[in-house]
């Protein structure tokens, strides 16, 4: 059963416009939400990440928005830049156990073309 | 420099051997997982331990081994048990065992010949 998912396996848009990354979870107990960037052969890096009693967080070009009610998440990019192209996991964390322990989407590769 | 050292970045191993991925963290961290990245399936947890002489199992934690006699290391057995274990494996930590990001390694690509 995949608690979170994204459903869109890659993403491609114009250099200097916005690319809107989308992620659903089932837990209605998530209440940590983050966002990695993943190059190749490399270890995802945070990105930016939103607390259940937020619906917005900003940092720079990237902002996290959430929709609880529809157990929704998305990160959007403006504006995108080449050097953004690479895979992004959203990943979901809390619940009963509050382990810490992050649930991770499939991943979505985005490509900005020059 | 504070960071997560996965070692090494490629490792072979012939079917039926053992073979143990190191990691090793510099931040303090109390918590620490591994995780198995597969095409398409995203990352997956194998094991976490969220403190000293602690540790639980994930998802996938069949035909893996770990172990935390340390704060800074958090080693992990690639068994024979492992059906499947070509894959690219990370290992990350966190401050805290709650709502706190977690930090990766670079990763160590297994490949069983």
């Known amino acids: 059963d995949q608690q979170v998912k994204q459903n869109s396996p890659s993403l491609s848009v114009q250099e200097g416009r916005i690319s809107i990354l989308n992620c659903d979870y089932t837990n209605s107990m998530f209440d940590y939400f983050l966002w990695y960037k993943k190059y190749p052969a490399e270890g995802p890096t945070f990105l930016i990440s939103?607390?259940?009693?937020?619906d917005k967080n900003e940092d720079g070009r990237f902002t996290v928005f959430l929709n609880k009610s529809a157990k929704h998440l998305s990160l959007h990019i403006v504006p995108s830049q080449p050097g953004d192209s690479a895979v992004y996991f959203c990943a979901a964390s809390g619940g009963s156990s509050n382990t810490g322990k992050l649930i991770f989407g499939q991943g979505t590769t985005l490509q900005v073309k020059p | 420099d504070g960071g997560i050292t996965q070692s090494p970045k490629y490792l072979f191993r012939k079917e039926g051997q053992n073979v143990t991925l190191s990691c090793e963290q510099n931040l303090n961290h109390d918590a620490m997982y591994w995780y198995r990245q597969d095409p398409g399936q995203g990352l997956r947890l194998i094991y976490y331990s969220q403190i000293v002489n602690d540790f639980q199992k994930g998802d996938i934690a069949e035909g893996y081994s770990v172990s935390r006699e340390k704060k800074e290391s958090f080693p992990l057995t690639v068994t024979s048990a492992q059906k499947n274990p070509t894959a690219f494996y990370l290992c990350a930590s966190s401050r805290t065992a709650s709502n706190t990001e977690a930090f990766f390694g670079q990763g160590t690509r297994l490949t069983v010949v």
């Open positions: 939103i607390s259940s009693i937020k």
